[in-house]
């Protein structure tokens, strides 16, 4: 017997919709249960692991630790593929200027601008100077940042 002649007994009671299995129903309904809304955003998510998945973006909690540089990352999956940067033997791009070598060559394109003179980005501010606007937004927060209090 196919699936398509099996008696669909289990009907959702909100919309009547009928499912061959009762764990089909089950997952169905879930649909509509209360959605599970994000405090700061108000964003709604089905499950509350997938709220709790969102909240790191907002608390920049970062629970997934890599045991070889202890750098930390907000999900499973980007430790994962981290983690392959440390079990890879070669690094197929090397800088032509220096002995670091990069797994993605956008990374080496970013490294060979440090090594180019002037830097492009100089703060208005002080005689520093910056390879990324990036950084030179960084470094501005400070000139702007209250200076903390003197230690007595």
Known sequence: MNSHSRVKQYDCSVCYQAFTYKESRDKHMKKHQQHQKCGECDEEFLYAKTLKKHMRGHSGEKPFKCSECQKEFMFHNNLQTHMER???????????????????????????????????????????????????????????????????
Do not use: I, Q, W
Not at 101 to 127: A, E, I, M, Q, W
Not at 138 to 147: D, F, I, L
């Open 86 to 152: 440390h079990t890879a033997l070669a690094r197929p791009h090397p800088c032509p200027k220096c002995d670091r070598g990069f797994y993605f060559k956008s990374n080496l394109n970013k490294h060979v601008r440090k090594h180019t003179t002037p830097r492009p980005h100089p703060c208005p501010k002080c005689d520093r100077g910056f390879y990324f606007k990036s950084n030179l937004n960084k470094h501005m927060e400070g000139h702007t940042a209250p200076s903390p209090m003197p230690k007595v």
